[in-house]
């Protein structure tokens, strides 16, 4: 029986059985079946292949590992690339937000410089308006007073006639009843403002100034009465003192008349009123 040749990386040589001796070392394929059979089940052969298994699988991992940082750099350069453009957007926005900014601050400059210069120009005209609303109030008030001096006065002559001496009315009575009424014409027009309709506040000032004039006239006589030993209490007396206090009433009723006619035809404004009343 023959031996078979050296395989490569075998040190023990195989014995095939059944090999005639004296063979020149053609094999058949059964035998080559055999053999690499026999290789293949060797330690040596089995401790490579598992040295070339582990190579191959380490290989393939540093592939893998290669691959990985190959698709790393990969999306970091677009990373990169897309950070790059990102950046370049927010350099632009904020560029135009700070070029908004600058304007939209101008522009509250211009608004705030044109509402100083607003307040200053109302203020200059609240001003002219606080004036000429004096100077008018002062008028309406001298015509308040001319009108209602003129409506008492008119009033009153009848009695200032009866009453005085030879029939003479005397210059002191006339110029005390005009400065009544022209007092209450004034104190009228500004008691009643715009209450053109308050009858009971129209009275009232009648009356106040009625019975204050009306009284001390009354009281005027009683005293010139008791100096001339005259009772005060006299039918004449106290006829007398009733006679002034209504001719008071009637003085200042016919000057608050004279006021309405005025105030309705518009020749008068009531106080606080820029326009004439319709």
Partial sequence: MGWHPRVAGVSRPARCSGTPEGNDGNLSDQQLRQLAAEVQQSPEFQEKLRRVDAAAAQVAALQAAQADIEQQLAAAANMTEEENRRLERQQAQAASERGATADMLAAADQLEEAQREMQVAQAEQLKWSLAASKDLERVE???????????????????????????????????????????????????IRRDIGDSHLKGGVIAAFGLVRGLAQAETIQETAAKAGNSILSADVLGQAALVAGESMLTFGFAAVAMEIALRQGYLRPFGVSTPQQ
């Avoid at 030879?166 to 008691?191: D, Q």
């Fill in 141 to 191: 008030s001298s015509k308040a007073a001319t009108v209602a001096g003129a409506g008492g006065l008119l009033a009153s002559l009848p009695y200032l006639l009866s009453t005085s001496q030879l029939g003479l009315v005397t210059a002191a009575s006339a110029a005390i009843c005009l400065a009544s009424c022209a007092l209450f014409g004034v104190t009228y027009r500004y008691a």
